[in-house]
């Protein structure tokens, strides 16, 4: 069972209010970070609070292991950013890390218009090798991850530690992405409780894994906005998906493209964006659905002989060949026949 050190725990308890890069530097790194005493940690920007608690501070034996600022398991894309959590705990593959990131984010109150839109672009970000980063939460949020897990991997970032899942829904969607090789990541202590202002502290470490930030639906107040801002400030590009104008779900979306987003036309964009090749496939172990439909495809043909072929239902094919047809991966010939592009 790995323990986490009583510095290590006291900088998580302060996650977001301090950054760790230069205390680290001041310091000589990492190991010592670890043994410093409270007075030294302050002396080098260590929040004064916390380093006062240090010595009091009891280690933490956890089940889920956990990769530190500075070490070499700590993921490429926050090495360097300002207020980087110094602790991400972690359930899943740590590989996924190393691929391509896009997050798609958005409102907890969406349209069914607004899900099968997330849906599908994650599916194209997944199908060309690249990986879903997302917040676990109701809304777009799930949408993303489930569109990703139908041709690849997803990351998702809680705002609650690993062991506080309150939700069923949340529960069910974790155990699903590491039943499929993906990963959740999270800043706070296993036991952190879901609060307002988790959530938007964790906006900030979705924007930093990606390479791109899409935000799919938002009224004025939704804390996708949050992560746009986050991402903005990390030199991210931030693309908007727009919406009829009079929609509430649009208006976040709206207020980004008039500040200067990227209009999101469809999956290419994206791609395009995150530097992604639509035509790339994932490396998985078992073929998902979509793979599984693409492989059908080499000959061409109706839905049906398709669906047969596959070995799939007519409903999941008819979704899944939409879906790649908008990644531009089918094309649809006369007479209802496809075919890959």
Not at 23 to 51: M, Q
Not at 276 to 297: C, F, K, N, V, Y
Request: glycine content about 12%; overall charge neutral.
């Amino acid at each position: 069972m790995p323990t986490l050190s009583s510095t290590w725990v006291a900088a998580c308890r302060v996650s977001g209010r301090f950054d760790p890069w230069p205390v680290l530097e001041a310091l000589g790194g990492p190991e010592a970070f670890e043994t410093s005493p409270g007075r030294v940690l302050a002396s080098a920007g260590f929040p004064l609070d916390a380093a006062s608690r240090v010595a009091g501070t009891p280690a933490l034996d956890t089940v889920h292991p956990f990769v530190i600022a500075g070490t070499l398991g700590y993921p490429p894309a926050l090495r360097g950013l300002p207020h980087a959590p110094p602790v991400l705990f972690l359930a899943g593959e740590p590989a996924c890390f190393e691929r391509p990131a896009v997050a798609i984010v958005g409102s907890r109150n969406c349209t069914g218009w607004g899900l099968r839109t997330a849906r599908t672009l994650a599916h194209a970000v997944a199908l060309a090798g690249g990986v879903v980063v997302s917040g676990l939460a109701r809304g777009i949020d799930t949408a993303a991850h489930e569109g990703a897990l139908e041709g690849g991997f997803t990351i998702g970032v809680p705002g609650h530690g690993l062991d506080a899942t309150d939700r069923p829904a949340a529960a069910r969607l974790i155990a699903r992405i590491l039943e499929a090789k993906g990963l959740v990541a999270s800043e706070f202590l296993p036991d952190e409780p879901a609060q307002r202002w988790t959530f938007l502290q964790r906006n900030r470490v979705i924007a930093g894994l990606a390479r791109v930030v899409v935000v799919v639906e938002a009224d004025h107040r939704s804390g996708a906005l949050s992560t746009a801002r986050h991402g903005l400030a990390l030199g991210r590009e931030v693309l908007a998906v727009p919406g009829p104008w009079d929609a509430r779900t649009s208006q976040g979306c709206l207020d980004l493209l008039e500040d200067g987003a990227t209009l999101v036309r469809g999956p290419r964009t994206v791609l395009a964006a995150a530097g992604l090749d639509g035509a790339a496939q994932p490396a998985t172990g078992t073929p998902p659905a979509a793979r599984i439909l693409e492989e059908a495809l080499g000959l061409g043909g109706t839905v049906d002989q398709v669906a047969a072929r596959a070995g799939l239902g007519l409903v999941e094919t008819l979704r899944l060949l939409a879906d790649l047809e908008v990644a531009g991966l089918v094309r649809r010939q006369p007479g209802q026949r496809y075919e890959r592009a």
